[in-house]
């Protein structure tokens, strides 16, 4: 069982930056795939990027160039770094977590076993 609780979001001005971060439970994070998803009014949640356990990470095409996903697996915590924001970026950020093993990037919802309940970023124009 893994808990987690992301933070980080808030409003922002278009081109501007926020990093997100999430912090989990347990004593078994550095094992965990970590992404992060997003969802915009009216829309399905999406991938926005993962880093595995081992370090190798994987982005939609959306987002690539401008967000950086990390891990700190001594602080339980993975990160998003955003920059060069878009209003288009406006979502609930949405943390998950798995450990199962799949042979690609791990980008559908169906992926992950744990989620957090997410923290909003807006970006104005």
């Known amino acids: 069982q893994v808990q987690l609780v992301e933070s980080g979001g808030g409003l922002v001005q278009a081109g501007g930056s926020l990093r997100l971060s999430c912090a989990a439970s347990?004593?078994?994070?550095?094992?965990?795939?970590m992404g992060w998803f997003r969802q915009a009014p009216e829309k399905e949640r999406e991938f926005v990027a993962v880093?595995?356990?081992?370090?190798?990470?994987y982005y939609a095409d959306s987002v690539k160039g401008r967000f950086t996903i990390s891990r700190d697996n001594a602080k339980n915590t993975v990160y998003l770094q955003m920059n060069s924001l878009k209003p288009e970026d406006t979502a609930v950020y949405y943390c998950a977590a798995d450990r199962g093993f799949v042979a690609r990037p791990k980008l559908l919802e169906a992926d992950y076993g744990y989620w957090g309940q997410g923290t909003q970023v807006t970006v104005s124009s």
């Open positions: 347990g004593r078994t994070f550095s094992t965990y795939d």
């Open positions: 880093i595995s356990w081992s370090g190798g990470t």
